[in-house]
């Protein structure tokens, strides 16, 4: 069974600082690799798609990357702005579902960003 | 619209009375998907439609979880005999196609919190 983990739990950093949000599954067959952004009460906005034959993409200040081997998918997110603040979420696509594109999902990051 | 909308955004029920929880995708999305998260958690799979075929429903915990989507538009999800453990929000999402190779972002609704007295 298809597991997705995120480690931490929750992250604090200041304003302007580079970070790093992991992401790791146990099967690496998927078709692709999805991060999403939650903020308080809303529902979950896509951030990045990496299809597994991708090693990275790219949106603005966000990059994700995947390494589909080793079960690691991680987003950077630069120059960190409060409005950052909200909860991540990376979730997996897997092979074997026909058209059924159900997504696995980690139980997410929640990133504060201090002014 | 524009995006996915579930109706209602809030819905309290005591425990034991039927509730039904409203999804209108994206106008021409083939594929929705129906996910429970539970607070602090991720989502997790509950269902999938493609357009009126209730294909996948091996996420429904129990079968007072019926989902139904008639005319391959908007999806209902009822629970009956509410319990204290279905409290939770009820995401909705959808896609536009239904091939096994696709690589389409899924789109979510705001959810539907509903808490069970």
């Known amino acids: 069974k298809q597991e997705v983990t995120q480690i931490p739990a929750a992250l604090s950093v200041p304003e302007g600082e580079n970070l790093v949000l992991n992401c790791s599954f146990t099967d690496s067959a998927i078709y692709n690799l999805q991060w999403f952004r939650q903020d308080p009460g809303k529902g979950l906005t896509s951030l990045l798609l990496i299809q597994s034959s991708q090693r990275e993409q790219t949106s603005g200040r966000l990059n994700a990357s995947l390494d589909k081997s080793s079960g690691r998918s991680t987003l950077y997110i630069a120059a960190s702005q409060p409005g950052d603040s909200a909860t991540y979420l990376c979730a997996v696509r897997p092979i074997h579902t026909g058209a059924n594109s159900k997504l696995t999902f980690g139980k997410g990051i929640t990133l504060s960003v201090r002014p | 619209g524009a995006g996915v909308s579930q109706s209602p955004r809030y819905k309290v029920a005591k425990r034991g009375q039927d509730v039904a929880l409203r999804c209108d995708p994206i106008?021409?999305?083939?594929?929705l998907f129906w996910y429970q998260q539970a607070l602090g958690q991720g989502p997790e799979f509950l269902t999938y439609?493609?357009?009126?075929?209730?294909?996948?429903k091996s996420g429904l915990p129990s079968d007072r979880f019926f989902a139904e989507r008639p005319e391959g538009s908007v999806s209902t999800l009822k629970i009956q005999r509410t319990q204290q453990e279905d409290s939770a929000v009820y995401l909705c999402a959808s896609t536009s196609p239904g091939t096994e190779t696709s690589n389409q972002p899924q789109h979510f609704g705001d959810g539907t919190r509903l808490s069970i007295l």
């Open positions: 439609f493609q357009n009126e075929a209730q294909l996948d």
């Open positions: 106008s021409g999305h083939v594929s």
